[in-house]
């Protein structure tokens, strides 16, 4: 099992960036997947979530600027993120679940560290 993220970058606050994660060993279609974030000093947070129904939640935070998504076809996660700030900073990783005790929404899963895979992460900065 291997979840690979891609598409961090540096940009200026307002900008866009899409991040992708490809999966492999498991199908996406079946897995509550998720993408959180972790800034310098911070702890880990969920930012976003897909349930596999389709039923996306968010961060408060980056509600109405972040899309998240997936391809089933293609077997991967994505996460647009649009009006970039700089508190969006962090490194972003790729998570993914196919328990179904629980409910796959921000507000359960936000500290959430027991999924069971996860990727190692890209490198999203942006600047004022």
């Known amino acids: 099992v291997q979840l690979v993220e891609s598409g961090g970058g540096s940009v200026q606050a307002g900008g866009s960036l899409r991040l992708s994660c490809v999966a492999s060993?498991?199908?996406?279609?079946?897995?509550?997947m998720a993408w959180f974030r972790q800034a310098p000093g911070k702890e880990r947070e969920g930012v976003a979530f897909?349930?596999?129904?389709?039923?996306?939640s968010y961060l408060d935070s980056v509600k109405g600027r972040f899309t998240i998504s997936k391809d089933n076809g293609k077997n991967t996660l994505y996460l647009q993120m649009d009006k970039l700030i700089p508190e969006d900073t962090a490194k972003y990783y790729c998570?993914?679940?196919?328990?179904?005790?629980?409910?796959?929404?921000?507000?359960?899963?936000?500290?959430?560290?027991?999924?069971?895979?996860w990727g190692k992460g890209t490198l999203v900065t942006i600047s004022s």
């Open positions: 897909i349930d596999r129904d389709g039923t996306t």
């Open positions: 060993g498991f199908t996406v279609i079946s897995y509550c």
């Open positions: 998570a993914a679940d196919g328990g179904t005790y629980f409910n796959c929404r921000a507000s359960t899963l936000r500290y959430y560290y027991g999924l069971d895979y």
